[in-house]
């Protein structure tokens, strides 16, 4: 069997919602997949679950394993309602769960979405917990859609993902790393102007950059560190977060900072992977931010390569798309997370499987 139907399950940092796509993957040959999206669809999170997600890391024990499972039946419910609604079947599930801790410095990266209540709900084998044997390897656990990038849109030089964070993999050197944040801190603004997030840019446009600001944000420490590197909400309030609210820059005058701020630190990772000339690479831009037109035109701005921005649906999915790969590919017992994009001792065989996979096998 070479030709799998699949659900992707994604929930990004910036949490603004519940991401499936329903994906027909067929390998075609030794690194080479076809990939085709049947259906998808972005759940937006109720008040009470962004509020759940939000403030779990600050719980007790006993909510955050009942949130966990809770969180896994809402998956399971979703799904299930989403397959009638297109009249699809799926032979696996692939889900990324909702990042709760990020802190490979301790060997840890937790998501939640009980896979035990997904598959029970569904009756459809599942896959979950991608990055918890990487971190243990002394991997950061991040980024892993690399390989799916390398299996999937190999033609481009570079695949650039827009979400919460920033992150970059280079198709070429087999690199891949959080390059800064993105949406997770744009949208902390935009919702000072009761906005969810910055629609178009339009905030940014009518903003000025404060280069006080942007300087101090540019010589934060991470941004001298070594490839491969990750980012979490931990390193947000630790160390980007007070800068900005420090500043006595305006509302709007942030907003336009922090997307050259964004835009700039893109454009010097572009340039390190492509060893200071980009003027010939294709850089292939994905995630909500690929929708934020200051910020793909201050990233066109800044660097020399092409920005290609796809349709809509692999612009908003792409990420659901890499897990269902990573996650047909853990089912077969084939390398899913590569060291080389994470710093781990090794590659690795990543996830954990849930219910009656003799189908699949």
Known sequence: MNKYNIVGVMSGTSMDGLDL?????EEVDQGKWHYQINASVTIRYEEKWRLRLSKLRHQNSLVFYKTDRFYGQ???????EFLSANDLQADLISSHGHTVFHQPENNLSVQIGDGNSISAITGI???????AIDVILGGEGAPLVGIADGYLFGEYDMCLNLGGFANISSNNQQQAFDVSPCNIVLNRIAREFDQEYDENGEIAEHGAIDYDLLSELNDIEYYTYENPKSLGREWISSSFWPIVRASDATKEDKMKTLVDHIALQISNSIDDLSGGDSSDKRVYVTGGGAYNTALINHLRSHTNAEVIVPDTEIVEYKEALAFA??????????TNVLSSHTGADRDSVSGSLYGNFSKLI
């Open 21 to 25: 796509a329903h994906v027909t993957l």
């Open 74 to 80: 809402y998956i399971g419910e979703r799904i299930n």
């Open 125 to 131: 084998p599942t896959v979950t917990n991608f990055r």
């Open 325 to 334: 790969l990573l996650g047909i590919l853990r089912v077969k017992n084939r």
